[in-house]
T-cell receptor, first 114, second 115 residues
Framework: DTGVSQDPRHKITKRGQNVTFRCDPI?????LYWYRQTLGQGPEFLTY????????KSRLLSDRFSAERPKGSFSTLEIQRTEQGDSAMYLC????????????FGPGTRLTVT | AQKVTQAQTEISVVEKEDVTLDCVYE???????LFWYKQPPSGELVFLIR??????QNEISGRYSWNFQKSTSSFNFTITASQVVDSAVYFC????????????FGPGTRLSVLP
């Protein structure tokens, strides 16, 4: 399978714990995006990487959130001191240099904070 | 700031009926891209189509067709002869500029196709 993959698919954590999600983009894609989707809503942009550089962050991304893409391949999204409001689906997408505007999405990581 | 509106929250049709999903967008840029994505019950967003702001030609792909009208800032999506497998949430999205960032999604329209 050569699509975008995300791990884990589901995560249940207690409030106050830290969680980390991983995204592996399509191999030749240089751009990687993180989104958050809550029930009944469309995805909301969180942040975007071009290669290893984080070029844009939404104001939705509070200080408790951090994302990295150290070698320009996979990316991690960490949430520190989770809150119940962080419960959502976290989606990763990637796009290529030749078609930067066509994003291909992974299956998402569903986070439940209890 | 850009915005995407999908006024239809939920639509139900009977199989083989045609259905149109509406999308209205707002942007100040002259260069932008419009998209439709499908999110079936399995949850993974599936890319359907991209249109750039300079190409108002309508497009047909099988049972799917798209009508882009800059004059009304609309990018509507029609499914002809709907099938049960078309049941999903459909999102319209807008990206400003040349490089594909600043994606904004609409709230989605849930389509149920009944047998």
């Amino acid at each position: 399978d050569t699509g975008v993959s995300q791990d884990p698919r589901h995560k249940i954590t207690k409030r106050g714990q830290n969680v980390t999600f991983r995204c592996d983009p399509i191999s030749e894609h240089n751009r990687l995006y993180w989104y958050r989707q809550t029930l009944g809503q469309g995805p909301e942009f969180l942040t975007y990487f071009q290669n290893e550089a984080q070029l844009e962050k939404s104001r939705l991304l509070s200080d408790r959130f951090s994302a990295e893409r150290p070698k320009g391949s996979f990316s991690t999204l960490e949430i520190q001191r989770t809150e119940q409001g962080d419960s959502a689906m976290y989606l990763c997408a990637s796009s290529s240099r030749s078609r930067p505007y066509e994003q291909y999405f992974g299956p998402g990581t569903r986070l439940t904070v209890t | 700031a850009q915005k995407v509106t999908q006024a239809q929250t939920e639509i139900s049709v009977v199989e083989k009926e045609d259905v149109t999903l509406d999308c209205v967008y707002e942007t100040r840029d002259t260069t932008y891209y419009l998209f439709w994505y499908k999110q079936p019950p399995s949850g993974e967003l599936v890319f359907l189509i991209r249109r750039n702001s300079f190409d108002e030609q309508n497009e047909i792909s099988g049972r799917y067709s798209w009508n882009f009208q800059k004059s009304t800032s609309s990018f509507n999506f029609t499914i002809t002869a709907s099938q049960v497998v078309d049941s999903a949430v459909y999102f319209c999205a807008l990206s400003e500029g040349n490089y594909g960032q600043n994606f904004v999604f609409g709230p989605g329209t849930r389509l149920s196709v009944l047998p």
